[in-house]
Nanobody, 119 residues
């Protein structure tokens, strides 16, 4: 099983980035996908979620209206379009795959991609 993030980097405030997460080794279309982030000295927080079929999304209040999560189940990839970036968005962003079946939770994590928002 692998989740490989890419597309992070350094961007100025107000700019955009579009990290992606390529999945392999499991049935991607059966899993909800999430993006988390962790800033230095802070706990990991859930940023955005998308259901297995892509029909429903959810966002943290801090990013709602600025970030868009999407997925391509043919390419086994999930994306996070990040717009109007702020310095407080600086963090390592992690991809997460989650499935629950009859009370059993199965999840996988990527290694993270650094996003730095600075002038």
């Amino acid at each position: 099983v692998q989740l490989v993030e890419s597309g992070g980097g350094l961007v100025q405030p107000g700019g955009s980035l579009r990290p992606s997460c390529a999945a392999s080794g499991f049935t991607f279309s059966s899993y909800a996908m999430n993006w988390y982030r962790q800033a230095p000295g802070k706990e990991r927080e859930l940023v955005a979620s998308i259901t297995s079929g892509g029909g429903s999304t959810d966002y943290a209040d801090s990013v709602a209206g600025r970030f868009i999560i999407s997925r391509d189940n043919r390419e086994n990839t999930v994306y996070l379009q990040m717009n109007s970036l702020k310095p407080e968005d600086t963090a390592v962003y992690y991809c997460n795959a989650l499935r629950r079946r009859i009370g059993v939770k199965v999840e996988y994590w990527g290694q993270g991609t650094q996003v730095t928002v600075s002038s």
